[in-house]
């Protein structure tokens, strides 16, 4: 254990030779006499002034070094920007010997600064090179012309800043307070930190630690926000490329105020690795990690020419979130909507890239509750405009809506027609669709939209000067399809709306059950035509509908309705009987409905409409009142005659006769008692029947009086006949009888003559 004792005492005698040396270092090195030096190196290495009035004097706790109070720093010539209570700077002992100093640790107590912008834009911290004031450029030399030599070759900066050679272990500012104010943004703050750098050298990592408290305001105080800060990272400064580094960069957050819709917002910050090239002005993020309001965001940025002319490229990603508990979180009240359950999951995925001038976007990848969104889209910024494509699935845009009034709750709440419309609200954002200057192609699969279900459309439209025109839309639905151009004209007080659709084999039925509950007709559809309108409300849609179109209907029916019963039923009635309406069908089954379709502000009239049934014969005309939902109709129906009930028994003479049917009412009004006989008009075709059927009796009549008397006016004619017959044929047989006694008499006297 003998060398164990040396060392022992080797190490004592090298205690008491630094002790000697550090007693006479503070006994005969007087610190003061490096002020000059000190001030000298500030000015001529970094262009800053310093003002040292208090005295330098070592300091032995917590390290061996230099302390100064009562420290001004000032850059080139403008007036002092920042000061210090005091500063602490611990030196290695050894260059003391030769008098040199050499900081290894730096510590700054109570740093005050004062940062300000005036209403022009110009900080009072912008200096140029050598001391010139903002503003003026400095001269260059001759020298510098001729040779060609720059700044950056001496270790210099473009500005002229020459970077002092750095080799700390410790740096560290206690208690920084920076105010900043700038009169053209009406904004000032405060900022008071604490920030330590470890191993502080040139071309390496320097650990860092930060703390601090933010507040900022309007210039009058107005509208506080407090942060609280906590950030952590490796700072690396490469001085003869001038460039920065931070690597694993960790910034937590609390921001807090009385604007902010959720307070306080905490947020945590990461990234891996964060590079700056100045003279390039290039940026690099790798490894961007967001964590806030139960959201978390991912993304890699690449930036270019940052300073002069920014181009981009980014690739984030939205983890899947709750997009409800972020509005709450942000005290974001939802308006009603039809389904509670939706909005619970959401997340996105964007690669874009882009300058000043124009972004690109693709793709985009968005997914909220079932619905998945693909789109691409090429933005320009100077003017703004767009191409959009879109592709989605799976939307049913009625779950986010406000749920459908009923009836009752609106008679329970009368309102004047403008606070009706106000209650509704505008359906068109006029003046978004004003601002509108793109193009948009969507495709979508499974849609529903006002209670319509969409199996697939496509569209192409384009936006400008206020117009926005769908040419065409193709959409599949209820078993058919339908193409449809369109044009929405915004420039206008009131917005105007054509379309010219065409639909081939739609399913009425179901589709008017969605979108209007209307359920009184189905088969079929085929249509062609035009139609305007303008308003901004449903009702004010349907009020202003104007246009002509072309409807027929195949193998359809007039749900709810039997015009045979409701004929049947006038027979009845005329006849004093009772009909036996359980032996009839609900509805009307037909071949085929045509009918032209005139619409003058939302009351469609159908002159010349015509349905083709099995016994069945129908021509119609009336008005189908849209605004109103009510119907006042009047159908002519032939029927063959019913064998279902002898009450409705009827001669073949009168199945050549056309029977009225009156349809009128409400589309929510029972579908069975919305059609019924024209009990009136029945009445008027039997009394023409009974008067018809006397007028052939007596026409019967005559005719046999007539055939009688022809019959008796030929036996009287034959029996004349007859009796002129044989009393011709007597006076004939007595003229016979006498002439041939004439001839005996003649024969007679010859025979005497002879």
């Known amino acids: 254990m003998v060398w164990v004792k040396r060392l022992g005492m080797l190490l004592a005698a090298l205690i008491v030779l630094l002790a000697l040396a550090v007693a006479y270092v503070v006994m005969f090195v007087d610190p003061n006499q490096f002020k000059g030096e000190l001030q000298q190196v500030a000015k001529e290495k970094a262009n800053v002034t310093l003002r040292m009035d208090g005295d330098i004097s070592w300091s032995f706790f917590p390290r061996f070094g230099l302390s100064l109070e009562d420290i001004g720093l000032a850059l080139g010539s403008e007036p002092e920007l920042l000061s210090f209570s005091k500063a602490e700077f611990g030196v ?5 010997f030769q008098r040199r100093i050499e900081v290894d640790n730096v510590r700054l107590e109570d740093l005050k600064a004062d940062l300000r912008v005036d209403e022009q834009g110009q900080a009072n911290w912008q200096v140029e090179a050598s001391g010139a004031p903002a503003g003026e450029a400095p001269a260059s030399t001759s020298n510098d012309t001729a040779t060609g030599s720059t700044d950056t070759e001496s270790g210099e900066t473009e500005s002229g800043f020459t970077l002092p050679e750095i080799a700390l272990d410790e740096l560290s500012i206690v208690n920084a307070q920076i105010n900043y104010q700038d009169a053209s943004a009406n904004m000032k703050a405060n900022m008071v930190s604490n920030v330590t750098f470890t191993d502080v050298r040139l071309d390496q990592a320097w650990p860092m630690r930060m703390d601090a408290t933010i507040t900022q305001s309007a210039l009058d105080g107005s509208n506080p926000l407090t942060a609280e800060i906590d950030f952590g990272a490796n700072f690396t400064l490469f001085a003869e490329r001038q460039a920065v580094s931070f690597e694993n960069i960790a910034l937590n957050s609390k921001i807090t105020g009385d604007s902010l819709p959720v307070s306080p917002l905490d947020s945590r910050l990461n990234i891996s690795q964060l590079d700056f090239d100045i003279p390039q002005e290039n940026a690099v993020i790798d490894g ?4 806030t309001l139960g959201m978390n965001l991912t993304a890699q940025v690449r930036a270019f020419q940052v300073l002069s002319d920014p181009e981009f490229s980014i690739v984030t990603d939205i983890a899947e979130f709750s997009p409800k508990e972020v509005l709450n979180k942000l005290d974001i009240a939802l308006p009603e909507i039809a389904d509670d359950s939706v909005l619970q999951s959401a997340s996105l995925s964007v690669a874009a890239q882009g300058s000043l001038e124009r972004i690109t976007a693709q793709p985009i990848s968005i997914k909220l509750d079932e619905t998945t969104l693909e789109a691409n889209a090429l933005v320009n910024l100077a003017p703004l405009s767009w191409d959009i494509t879109l592709a989605g699935a799976n939307l049913d845009l009625d779950r986010y809506l406000p749920p459908p009034v009923e009836e009752e709750e609106v008679a329970a709440t009368p309102t004047s027609e403008e606070q009706a419309a106000e209650a509704v609200g505008d359906l068109i954002p006029v003046e978004l669709v004003r601002s509108l200057n793109g193009h948009l192609g969507l495709a979508f699969d499974t849609l529903k939209v006002k209670n319509l279900n969409i199996d697939r459309i496509e569209l192409d439209s384009t936006q400008a000067n206020g117009k926005v025109s769908i040419a065409p839309a193709q959409v599949n639905l209820y078993d058919g399809s339908a193409a449809v151009n369109a044009e929405l004209d915004a420039t206008g007080a009131t917005p105007k709306i054509k379309v010219s659709p065409k639909i081939d084999g739609v399913q009425i039925q179901p589709l008017l059950q969605d979108f209007m509950d209307l359920d009184k007709i189905a088969g079929a559809t085929y249509l062609n035509g035009d139609i305007t309108t303008s308003g901004n409300q449903v009702d004010a849609f349907m009020a202003n509908l104007n246009g002509d179109l072309l409807v027929t209907i195949e193998k359809g029916a007039l749900v709810g309705m039997n015009l045979t019963k409701s004929v049947c039923e006038g027979i009845a009635a005329s006849r004093s009987r009772q009909l036996n309406a359980s032996a009839y069908s609900n509805d009307t089954p037909f071949e085929t409905m045509k009918f032209p379709a005139k619409i003058v502000n939302g009351k469609v009239s159908t002159p010349g409409l015509k349905i083709s049934a099995a016994g069945l014969s129908v021509t119609g005309d ?3 009142s849209l ?25 073949d003479y009168v199945s050549n006769l056309a029977f009225p049917i009156v349809c009128k009412g409400k589309f929510s009004d029972d579908p069975a008692g919305l059609c019924r006989p024209d009990l009136g008009g029945f009445a008027n075709i039997f009394a023409d029947m009974a008067k018809a059927e006397l007028n052939t009796k007596l026409a019967e009549e005559k005719a046999r009086a007539a055939a009688k008397l022809a019959e008796e006016k030929a036996r009287v004619e034959a029996k004349i006949e007859a009796e002129k017959a044989r009393l011709k044929a007597e006076l004939e047989a007595k003229k016979e009888a006498e002439e041939e006694a004439l001839k005996e008499k003649l024969k007679g006297k010859l025979k005497d003559l002879f």
């Not at 290695?92 to 003391?96: G, K, Q, R, S, T």
């Not at 961007?288 to 964590?291: D, E, G």
């Not at 605004?627 to 009827?650: F, H, I, K, M």
Request: aromatic share 2%.
């Open 622 to 624: 009336g008005v189908v």
């Open 92 to 96: 290695a002992v050894m260059p003391l």
């Open 627 to 651: 605004p109103d939902s009510s119907l006042d109709y009047r159908t002519n129906v032939a029927v063959s005659g019913s064998q279902l009930d002898e009450s409705c028994a009827v001669k």
């Open 288 to 291: 961007l990690a967001l964590q």
